[in-house]
Nanobody, 122 residues
Framework: QVQLQESGPGLVNPSQTLSVTCTVS??????????WNWIRQPPGKGLEWIGY???????DYAPSLKGRTSISRDTSKNQFTLQLISVTPEDTATYYC??????????????WGQGTQVIVSS
């Protein structure tokens, strides 16, 4: 059974870099055909897909965030990490990691982490 757990800073200053890590257990992020995703939900708003890293290491990002977003991984720790640079208060959200094993639709997620809240504020 795949389990995902996010860890993040809680609070980030504007213009700084947000970094959130997802630790995966019960399955390897580097094998198979799974897409390992980041999704966020600002307060009072809907879910927004951020990007993914595929089992091969290939990445894809939402167009609105592509210039500020990077997803990387540490296969030895079975972790993948979201970095979002130059953050503003509009980046305040609960950040989730989730896995899609059915084709990379950016919307078909079988397992989710519990989410971690990140507030961008000075």
């Amino acid at each position: 059974q795949v389990q995902l757990q996010e860890s993040g800073p809680g609070l980030v200053n504007p213009s700084q870099t947000l970094s959130v890590t997802c630790t995966v257990s019960g399955g390897s992020i580097a094998t198979g055909h799974a897409y390992w995703n980041w999704i966020r939900q600002p307060p009072g708003k809907g879910l927004e897909w951020i990007g993914y890293i595929y089992s091969t290491g290939m990445t894809d990002y939402a167009p609105s965030l592509k210039g500020r977003t990077s997803i990387s991984r540490d296969t030895s720790k079975n972790q993948f990490t979201l970095q979002l640079i130059s953050v503003t208060p509009e980046d305040t959200a609960t950040y989730y990691c989730a896995v899609d094993a059915e084709g990379g639709s950016r919307s078909n997620f079988g397992s989710w982490g519990q989410g971690t809240q990140v507030i961008v504020s000075s």
